[in-house]
């Protein structure tokens, strides 16, 4: 008995710790600033709605959902296409040289530096190509990024599937391309699935490239376009609360959506 | 069973990513298009700050009814220097024109990428401007040393302040009954028998943080003590005998009549201990001074005076103005130097002093009707003594190193005249590999 | 080819398009990282070896930035503060969810809450994760400040002061990330065999003698990549020091990547940062390379 209360008593602690933080967020985010630095009151008097409305009509977070949903949908679309076919390529052939070992090993590498360090280099590219503030600018920057980790993970969903029914579908007469497309991509789906909503989340919440690539609404994207409200001098903390509000609203929700496949991708690689 | 879930999930996903879909391009059809009058378009660049509200809310709407079309982007302090300079070099063109912290115009105007507002027809000459502030917007600086390279070139009118701003005295009344207090020792005297009636906690408030905070609450006190930051060969001297006199009265006596927080105190803490009524005295730039008069702000509405800085040996205060520059990569350059001339005019400036900014043309000062009651003593101090920071490209590197330095002794509370002599070493260091020697 | 194992690989056989295909299949997204990363590591590379003037290269300075980044005070000390940062979060997030993962091993009611509302915390955009602490931390606005007030206390000064900034960071970082370790070390757990576990227990072996002969030795391979992995991405926080404190108070919470960031951006000193990069993105493949092999070893054993 005193094991399930303490079970249950655990377990409302550790809910209390997650989900205080994001009252707090949310309560903050209903009360006037007059309210918040006045009064500190511990839950909101006179709610508001205020605040989200301003978001949209003042602060352009229009604009900014708009460039991050764009983005996002096409930096981890054409990053799946290119980096599927590429994963295969290393999952499947043998080149000579040890090739494809070597560009696993060298995509690794390249997932592992920790972006910053060719933040500068990727800035200076933009700028001479003149695709800084732009859409094009981003999506090269994370599609380029999305592919590095998108083979990673899918060569092992790739190398889970049995050549014999590749084989087979040629035998019948299929191309190996063809086999690839009609075979092993269906069944590598649910980890494809997860290899997509972990790029999802990547990209969508990506911040220092968007911060050193953007610089208008024009191209903001959602974790950029908070950020201009974190100000210190005169904070306007109940804006701020809006936008932390709105910016977290579509990942998670789409999180909670893809739950499962989202712990698969996480942990892959972690556990054989 | 595990196949209906998925089928139920695969299709909430795709529904999910369709709505996603047709929501942007629904977002993208439908944002309001700003009705685009047949204006002249002006693209400015503004960090959020409360001095420029009277512009945002008065004269905006003004410059519509003269034909402007102004779009006005916003952004955070932190972030804006580094987002203008990078636009402006890489000639992007997002910007027609920028709403720069004065201290930023050296770097600007070393990169030579803002347009010769000169040449582009406005008159830094004209007698009505606030002579220290035009001076800022010359690079190279018409007095004063100059960074190595620049040493012959010509000053040019790269930038034309907008909205000023200055540090000022806020003190309150029924503590220093006499009017603002003269002199330092007066503020501390008089403070401590304010503390002693029960009217006030601490006799001063400032800012300690380290970093910009703590050196511009230091540079008004080292002004006043007959500081000079550089001299004429970039050597840094600000440790001389009355720079470590002012850093010890900063971290010694300063601290002990203060809250006891201060050391860790930024623009929002030491503003509620004036405006809630704790503090005797502090000087501030007019963001926060303006919310002295509002009940809804302070609790001591009505019982705040503004005055010039006390003196030491002179009272100087620290400058800090709205400064604008046009990017030579402007898209609309012809519209934002036509917009700059319309808004310096000294009937536009008279406007904004109306609206409750501090303007930039003397004329400006004197109307009628200032929107604030800071505004004539903002004169005062300007006639009295105000100076800008040094006027060098690597201020931000400097100010910092300074910063560090001016924390760790007001942390200890001594040890100023100290700190003012590794920061110069550090300083000189520095500009050492940035090739000023 | 004949071959037993599933990862057989096909030799290059044939003509004409089954010959080109793997290269073909290669090529895009080669092309993509190639061009979009490789190209610009090189530029870096190269503009790391020269000085920058108010944001254009001025002269060609070889080796000197990487040799005067080891006498730049400001930077070493970066260094520490991101080595302490990475340590104690890290070493705090690979307790707790530990702890957490041995809680969650079996099924109780309210479980299922528990691990859909712990995924929330790493999928928020660290930005916004950032503005819910300055939210709790803030001296005027915050929760902490409202609680004491609430209790007849002042206010909470947390971001001011070097220290406690610091730990709140720590603080941050760890509810931020400990459902991560959480979700990895429960995914090892229960991929354990059961057999020793039901040894132990029919040999009345009590809870922390089957924590710490059996748990433990069997999960070290999963812990340690779980550490390695989260490690590497904590070298590379940005985005909530940023947003939370900027790296100050002073340089209390100034991390290696805002350092760089400032040097870079903020003092214009291009050329420094660069080699600043170049530096730790080196530094990092080498204790994650040795890390790996560490692993392959203790994998083996």
């Known amino acids: ?160 599937i049995p050549v014999d029914l590749e084989e087979a579908a040629m035998v019948d007469g299929d191309s190996r391309f063809g086999a690839f497309r009609r075979i092993t991509l269906p069944l590598a789906a649910p980890g494809l699935a997860a290899t997509a909503i972990f790029a999802v989340l990547v990209t969508f919440n990506e911040f220092l490239f968007a911060l050193a690539l953007t610089a208008t609404p024009r191209a903001m994207t959602m974790p950029r376009g908070t950020a201009t409200l974190i100000g210190r001098i005169d904070t306007d903390w109940a804006s701020m609360a809006a936008a932390g509000v709105i910016g977290a609203l579509p990942i998670v929700f789409f999180a909670l959506l893809v739950q499962r496949h989202l712990v698969r991708g996480l942990t892959m690689g972690a556990v054989k | 069973m595990m196949h209906s879930s998925r089928l139920t999930r695969r299709s909430v996903i795709k529904g999910g990513l369709g709505l996603a879909l047709a929501s942007t391009a629904l977002t993208a059809l439908s944002l309001p298009m700003p009705a685009r009058a047949a204006g002249k378009k002006v693209i400015i660049g503004a960090f959020a700050d409360g001095g420029l509200t009277p512009f945002k809310q008065k004269i905006i709407p003004l410059a519509k009814e003269h034909g402007f079309d102004i779009e006005f982007l916003e952004d955070e302090y932190g972030v804006t220097l580094e987002k203008w300079f990078a636009d402006a070099q890489s000639g992007a063109g997002q910007y027609d024109l920028y709403l720069l912290d004065d201290p930023w115009v050296p770097q600007f105007g070393a990169a030579n990428v803002l347009e010769d507002l000169g040449a582009g027809g406005i008159d830094g000459s004209d007698k009505d401007w606030i002579g220290s502030m035009i001076d800022m917007g ?55 028998e304010g503390v002693a009636a029960g009217k006030i906690k601490y006799p001063v408030v400032f800012r300690g943080v380290s970093g910009n905070p703590i050196v511009t609450s230091w540079y008004p006190i080292f002004l006043s003590f007959g500081g000079a930051f550089f001299d004429d060969k970039w050597n840094p001297i600000f440790n001389s005998a009355e720079g470590k006199a002012s850093a010890e009265f900063f971290v010694g006596a300063m601290k002990q009549n203060a809250p006891s927080g201060v050391v860790e105190f930024d623009s929002d803490q030491e503003g509620a201990a004036i405006l809630g009524g704790e503090a005797g005295a502090i000087i501030q730039y007019s963001g926060n001074a303006l919310k002295a008069d509002d009940p809804a702000q302070t609790k001591v509405a009505g019982k705040l005076d503004f005055g010039v800085v006390p003196k030491q040996e002179k009272a ?122 | 080819m004949q071959g037993a194992t599933q990862a057989r690989r096909y030799r290059l056989q044939g003509a004409g398009l089954d010959l080109a295909l793997p290269y073909l299949m290669l090529a895009p997204g080669l092309m993509i990282v190639l061009g979009v990363l490789v190209y610009p590591l090189w530029d870096g590379l190269r503009a790391s070896t020269k000085a920058y003037r108010y944001g254009s290269p001025v002269a060609d300075v070889g080796l000197q930035n990487y040799v005067r980044l080891w006498s730049d005070t400001q930077f070493l000390n970066s260094l520490w503060v ?56 803030a001296s005027d606005a915050g929760m902490l400040t409202a609680l004491s007030q609430a209790m007849g206390g002042g206010a909470v000064q947390i971001l001011g002061s070097p220290l406690k900034a610091f730990i709140g960071l720590v603080v941050l ?77 002073g340089e209390a919470t100034r991390l290696i990547s805002i350092y760089g960031y400032d040097t870079a951006f903020k003092f214009q000193q291009t050329g420094y940062a660069a080699a600043l990069f170049v530096t730790i993105g080196l530094v990092v493949l080498a204790l994650a390379f040795s890390a790996i092999r560490l692993l392959r070893r203790v994998d083996a054993s």
């Not at chain 1, 839950?43 to 900014?64: A, M």
């Not at chain 1, 290119?82 to 994963?87: E, L, R, S, T």
């Not at chain 3, 995914?187 to 059961?194: R, T, Y």
């Not at chain 3, 020793?196 to 340690?224: I, K, S, Y």
């Open chain 3, 82 to 137: 991101t080595v302490k940062f990475v340590a104690l979060s890290v070493s705090v997030e690979a307790v707790v969810g530990f702890a957490l993962a041995l809680f969650c091993l079996h099924e109780f009611r309210g479980i299922r809450l528990l691990r859909t509302v712990l995924i929330i915390p790493m999928v928020i955009t660290p930005v916004v994760v950032a503005i819910v602490f300055r939210l709790i931390y």
């Open chain 1, 1 to 160: 008995m005193s094991t399930r209360l303490a079970r249950i008593l655990t377990t409302i602690f550790i809910l209390a710790v997650v989900l205080l933080p994001i009252y707090w967020l949310v309560s903050t985010s209903l009360k006037s600033n007059r309210e918040i630095t006045q009064e500190g009151t511990l839950y909101p008097h006179v709610p508001t709605l205020d605040n989200y409305v301003r978001l949209f009509t003042e602060k352009q977070f229009g604009s900014y959902l708009t460039n991050s949903l764009v983005v996002t949908f096409f930096s981890v679309a054409i990053a799946l296409v290119v980096g599927a076919m590429g994963a295969y390529a290393i999952a499947r052939f043998r080149l000579p040289f040890g090739m494809e070992r070597k560009v696993g090993l060298f995509l690794l590498t390249l997932r592992i530096i920790p972006p910053v360090v060719i933040l500068i280099p990727v800035y200076l590219l933009m700028l001479s190509l003149g695709l800084l503030d732009s859409w094009l600018g981003l999506i090269a920057t994370y599609t380029a990024f999305n592919v590095t980790f998108c083979v990673w993970m899918m060569e092992s969903f790739f190398r889970e």
């Open chain 2, 138 to 192: 010359y690079w190279p600086p018409q007095q004063g040393p100059r960074v190595k390279g620049f040493e012959n070139a010509k000053p040019t009118l790269i930038c034309v302040p907008f909205v000023g701003d200055l540090q000022t005295l806020t003190y309150r009344n029924d503590v220093f009954t006499g009017g603002a207090p003269k002199t330092w020792d007066e503020v501390i005297a008089k403070g401590k």
């Open chain 2, 316 to 437: 100087i205060a620290q400058m800090g103005i709205f400064i604008a520059g046009v990017p030579k990569s402007a898209p609309n350059k012809a519209n934002s130097i036509e917009f700059l001339k319309w808004y310096v005019s000294a009937e536009t400036q008279a406007k904004l002093s109306e609206a409750g900014s501090i303007p930039v043309k003397r004329s400006a000062f004197g109307i009628a009707k200032p929107g604030n009651r800071l505004i004539p003593v903002a004169l005062q101090q300007l006639d009295a003594g105000a100076l800008p920071r040094p006027r060098t490209p690597d201020w931000a590197k400097v100010e910092e190193l300074l910063g560090i330095e001016l924390n760790k002794a007001l942390q200890a509370g001594s040890g100023g005249g100290a700190a003012l002599d590794t920061a110069a070493k550090q300083v000189k260091d520095y500009l050492t590999t940035a090739g000023y020697y």
């Open chain 3, 173 to 249: 970082d760890v509810w931020e990330w400990t459902p991560l370790m959480f979700l990895i070390l429960l995914a090892g757990l229960q991929s354990l065999p059961h057999e020793p576990f039901e040894a132990a227990r029919v040999d009345g072996a009590g809870a922390w003698r089957v924590f710490a002969d059996l748990t433990l030795p069997m999960m070290r391979p999963v812990l340690a990549v779980a550490i390695v992995l989260r490690t590497i991405d904590a070298f590379g926080t940005f985005d909530q020091v940023f947003v939370l404190t900027r790296g100050g108070p």
